[in-house]
């Protein structure tokens, strides 16, 4: 079949129709889900997602590592603080029961369950460093930057590349020696492993699949992530997460006045 017409190339495409392979958005979701979606390893993917939504990451191979990013859905000049998720929660390594805030002291996701890693120093790999490493850091080469992939998934939510801050990543760990900072890469993912968050607000999510950034291996390793996600319900004053400390009771409330002031909770 001949592309070199435009009845060619429409045929083409046509033909393509119901081809499905590993890595794909699943449209419909199934089963009540509102995202289901297969990411290659050094590749990308963005959602909208409403606020109760609980979205589960899964490891299928042992070698994923997702870089994400989030951002309130309709003024997403709040967003992500890793910095501020250390600091008010005194935890560098986070895990089931702790919460992902914004640079405004809100919650942006609770995290419901995690048997990853969750790593918060690092960030995601930049174009230079890959192509220093592995040759080529570019979107759509061999080993493509976690945050030139970011910026694609930025720019189809209408973000900038200067709207991107340091990123959270799952399943590859990273430990700080207490003695002189040096950090030692914990390759500590497995098949089938898995984290869900559940969405505070609404929120824009955005995800890069590819390499940690301190990974020493000399290869470019990343394998498919799985996400799905369902709706769900927020978390209510009377769930023991809200109460589970101090600063946790105070970042919810400072969720539910701002949503309440907008007629959302």
Sequence with gaps: ???????GARDHARAQDGTEVEAMPRIPAPDGAVWAETVAGGNYTHKVLARGTEVRFTDLEGDACAHVLLYVADRPFERLNVADTVKVLWNAYPGAGHLLLSDQGRVLASVLAADVPVETVCGTSTLARNTARYGD???????????????????????????????????????????????????????????????????????????????PRPDYACTPLDVLARPGTPTRPDDPLWNSTPEARRAFLNTADHLTARGIA
């Design 1 to 7: 079949m001949t592309t070199a017409t435009t009845h």
């Design 137 to 215: 850091g570019s979107p759509h080469g061999a080993s493509p930057a976690g945050r030139e992939l970011l910026k694609l998934a930025a720019a189809k939510n209408g973000l900038a590349p200067r709207d991107l801050p340091p990123s959270i990543s799952f399943f590859k760990g990273v430990r700080v020696d207490p003695d002189d900072g040096r950090l030692t890469f914990e390759n500590s993912s497995r098949p089938g492993a898995s984290i869900t968050l559940r969405a505070e607000m609404p929120l824009i999510v955005l995800v890069a699949n590819t390499a940690h950034p301190v990974d």
